[in-house]
């Protein structure tokens, strides 16, 4: 729990930790705390996004129809920086699983989100990144980059680790932003505070054998996008993380062609591939069905490495 960093302090803040920081005009005053008579704050993390679309650092200012600006305090853009939309209540996070909110505030793992019973935009800063968010819109490794950053200021800046930071996929219930994964996410803010703010590392980066966390993979998720995906219109995204992991695992065991890999979309020939990966387990009939069980998803995550299971 923390007061939130007054304007100029976040100005500072950025700047201290390396970004060039574009500021929107007008972006001091502009907040919904007055139109909703709620204040922002305490602030207990940061929230990434994605914005779903390009060119949309107006939108995010002022809003759409229903949903009034700012929608992030910050909007990283493809190659036009970072700027500053906003300061106070913003319109991103909506309705959160209050469980990972008392996760994000005492930094502990994040349990699974299934409730939307809390208000996320009191307590969370926001930032947008510009992306259309389907898994082939490429992130430049600037753009990661600054997103590290604008994590790490802040974190820094309240003394907060990176467990302080979640993606909204993560606090809210059918969310699919943003579309890279947390935890790599948070390991690059980890050691980008590791170092001195702004400078190289003055202390080396060592992770502790073991401790390294690998992504996870939900079963329960993954299973519903094998059941609904196939069946929807082309290239529909019920699970885009967990599923461009499995994915990836097929591929690396040679049952699935990458050219069908990383859409993020569970489609029929990415069913096919998983009944041959089942088959070559030994399972036969309709427990080769394609539709990922736990048995068969933790052993493709320990073949290859790639992943741990949820269930
Ligand atoms: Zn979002």
């Not at 007061?3 to 920081?21: C, I, N, Q, Y």
């Not at 591929?251 to 699935?256: A, E, I, Q, R």
Request: proline share 5%.
């Amino acid at each position: 729990m923390a007061t939130p960093l007054s304007a100029a302090k976040t100005l500072a803040a950025l700047k201290a930790e390396g970004l060039t920081v574009h500021e929107h005009e007008g972006w001091r005053t502009h907040n919904r705390d007055a139109a909703t008579g709620k204040k922002f704050g305490p602030v207990i993390g940061v929230l990434i996004h994605h914005t779903a679309g390009h060119n949309d650092r107006e939108l995010c200012f002022r809003g759409r129809t229903g949903l009034p600006g700012p929608l992030c305090h910050a909007w990283l853009g493809k190659t036009s920086g970072l700027w500053l939309l906003g300061h106070g209540r913003a319109n991103h996070a909506g309705a959160v699983d209050l469980d990972v909110l008392n996760a994000l505030r005492a930094e502990k793992p994040l349990p699974h989100d299934d409730q939307a019973n809390a208000d996320g935009n009191d307590c969370l800063y926001g930032l947008e990144i510009e992306n259309l968010g389907n898994g082939r819109d490429p992130y430049p490794d600037a753009q990661y980059r600054q997103a590290v950053l604008w994590a790490a200021a802040l974190c820094r800046a309240h003394g907060w680790s990176e467990k302080s930071i979640a993606g909204h996929k993560e606090v809210q219930p059918g969310k699919i932003d943003p579309s890279f994964d947390m935890d790599d996410f948070r390991a690059a803010v980890r050691k980008q505070l590791a170092r001195k703010p702004g400078g190289a590392a003055t202390t080396p980066v060592t992770t502790k054998p073991g401790k390294a966390t690998k992504p996870r993979v939900d079963l329960s998720r993954l299973v519903s996008a094998a059941k609904t995906d196939p069946g929807a219109r082309q290239g529909h995204v019920t699970y885009m993380t967990g599923t461009n992991l499995t994915e990836a695992a097929l591929v690396k065991l040679g049952y699935l062609d990458k050219t069908y890999a990383g859409d993020g979309s569970f489609g029929t020939t990415t069913v096919a591939a998983y009944a041959k990966w089942q088959r070559h387990l030994g399972y036969g009939g309709s427990d080769a069905d394609g539709i990922p069980g736990k048995i068969s998803l933790s052993r493709l995550g320990e073949r290859t490495g790639l992943f741990t299971v949820v269930a």
